[in-house]
């Protein structure tokens, strides 16, 4: 089974404009609204993909009927721990005369530690051995910063597999647990190790650090760039895809879902990073957080081409 965790989620409103004036008033294109927070991103791609998933964490207030609702509809097995506070809402804003993307982010709800309690125990009966744990996103300030060690470690003494998508403190102390698979952007991982500057070089030599810590495979997204994957077989790197870019939200987590996607498939690490690049590229060509469907991935997937640079 897979267990996507989302301890943040948001609903997602995005606002396209046509050039964005500070401070006037700005009248919208186009305004969507999609459930989020970056565990349920993974699941709703992975539907798209014929993979079935179980998606659990924290909801409450008005927006869990709104995020209930929308899982039935997409048929995403979930299981929430119901909470008193009010699931937050994200806006996103997308300038398409400049061609940026402003986020504004709520912080998150306020978990007692009653709640947190209550999902822990639910978490610890979800694993079983083979299980595929994604744990993903930011948590909101009431949570403990060593939340994911926490996670990572019932996980493993389950014997699942653990994949973790998280920066700062939560990455910092999630890797402690040695997840199997982590992956951080290049300004993600430039903070956890304190890197002078993020040539690809210091990218490679810092995921080896990792690698010999007991993470197995370190993914770090370039963004336009592609990615690179350093594994206990090699590194390897993809160049990144000339998209129309619609919206960046999401496309990490198309990432994380297609190293579940290829694990599950059995596909090599070569392999893992073209069909990861390709789900990125996908994703950031389509407006708000839609999920990318394998048809749009295998379209682009023919473009995608990947180079070993060092095999161990």
């Known amino acids: 089974m897979v267990i996507t965790v989302t301890l943040n989620p948001a609903m997602d409103k995005t606002i396209t404009l046509k050039g964005l004036n500070i401070g006037s008033v700005n009248r919208a294109i186009t305004v ?66 400049n061609h940026t993307n402003t986020d504004i982010n709520e912080p998150g709800p306020y978990i007692s530690k009653e709640e947190l309690k209550i999902f822990i125990d639910k978490f610890k009966s979800m694993c079983s051995k083979e299980d595929i744990v994604v744990l993903s996103g930011g948590v909101s300030p009431s949570m403990p910063d060593d939340i994911y060690l926490h996670l990572t470690k019932i996980a493993k003494e389950k014997e699942a597999f653990v994949i973790l998508d998280a920066d700062g403190e939560l990455l910092k102390h999630g890797i402690k647990a040695c997840p199997d698979v982590i992956k951080p952007n290049n300004h993600e991982l430039q903070k956890l190790l304190n890197l002078s500057d993020i040539s690809e070089e210091n990218i490679i030599n810092a995921a080896k650090v990792l690698k010999n810590k007991g993470i197995a495979k370190i993914m770090i997204s370039l963004g336009e760039k592609g990615g690179l994957f350093v594994t206990e077989n090699g590194v390897y790197k993809c160049k990144g895809l000339k998209v129309p870019v619609k919206s960046t939200v999401g496309a990490g987590d198309s990432m994380v879902s297609a190293i579940v996607y290829s694990l599950i498939n059995n ?36 473009e995608v081409k990947c180079e070993i640079k060092e095999e161990f």
Request: charged share 25%; net charge neutral; glycine share 8%.
């Open 267 to 302: 596909y090599s690490d070569k392999e893992t990073l073209r069909f990861a690049t390709a789900c990125g590229a996908a994703s950031v060509a389509l407006d708000g957080t839609q999920a990318c469907t394998l048809q749009q991935v295998h379209e682009l997937l023919k």
């Open 32 to 97: 969507r609204e999609d459930i989020g927070g970056k565990g349920i991103n993974v699941s709703k791609v992975l539907k798209n993909f014929n993979i079935s998933s179980l998606c659990t964490g924290f909801l409450g207030g008005e927006l869990e009927n709104s995020f209930i609702h929308d899982f039935k509809k997409r048929k995403l097995n979930n299981d929430f721990i119901h909470i008193q506070n009010e699931t937050r809402a994200n806006i996103k804003i997308v300038d398409s005369l």
